[in-house]
């Protein structure tokens, strides 16, 4: 299973694309829903979530987290305790953490991509403590998956299905795409 974490404020297109990727691979991706089910985007967009935070359960089905970015979106996951709790559940436990956009600097400002590469939206780099900083749209550091922004949400997508079934899974889906990299 896989929770992306939808805050007020998420940037939409980092939250949709991921998930419609990750499902056409056939995941199990649930949508929580911080502060309650209806969630709207930075761009007026409501969203319905598939769950609350209350009935997000860290049980070891859990492979996977994605955090969008956003503003105030990435604020409000990085206060919210259900999402600080999720992610020390996945970094005790060995799962995939993964943030597009503002969001890796959630990661950044707990200390947990000390020793890492990762990669933010322009302007966030400050936040990622103890991180090399990259500039590639995706990087992969340990079990911290990181993209830059909107513009890179598809390669951000991708690659989850690369970390999660390899890489000829995520080629095939992005051909089914019409999805050129």
């Known amino acids: ?101 503002a969001a890796p600097s959630v990661f950044g400002d707990l200390g947990l991509l000390k020793g890492h590469r990762a990669v933010c939206f322009p302007g966030f780099e400050e936040h990622l403590t103890g991180a090399e900083v990259g500039d590639e749209p995706v990087c992969v550091s340990g079990n911290f998956i990181t993209s830059r922004g909107a513009g890179t949400a598809m390669d951000f997508g991708l690659k989850l299905v690369a970390e999660l079934d390899g890489q000829e899974t995520a080629d095939a889906l992005a051909a089914k795409m019409v999805y050129f990299r």
């Open 1 to 101: 299973m896989i929770y992306v974490f939808l805050a007020d404020g998420f940037e939409e297109t980092e939250a949709i694309t991921p998930i419609d990727c990750l499902r056409r691979a056939g995941h199990q991706v649930m949508t929580v829903g911080i502060g309650g089910k209806t969630v709207t985007g930075s761009h007026g967009i409501p969203v319905t979530a598939d769950l609350t935070e209350e009935a997000a359960a860290l049980t070891d089905a859990l492979e996977l987290i994605v955090l969008p970015g956003g503003m105030p979106g990435t604020l409000n996951l990085g206060h919210s305790s259900t999402v600080q709790k999720a992610i020390r559940f996945c970094c005790e436990h060995g799962r995939k953490l993964a943030a597009i956009c």
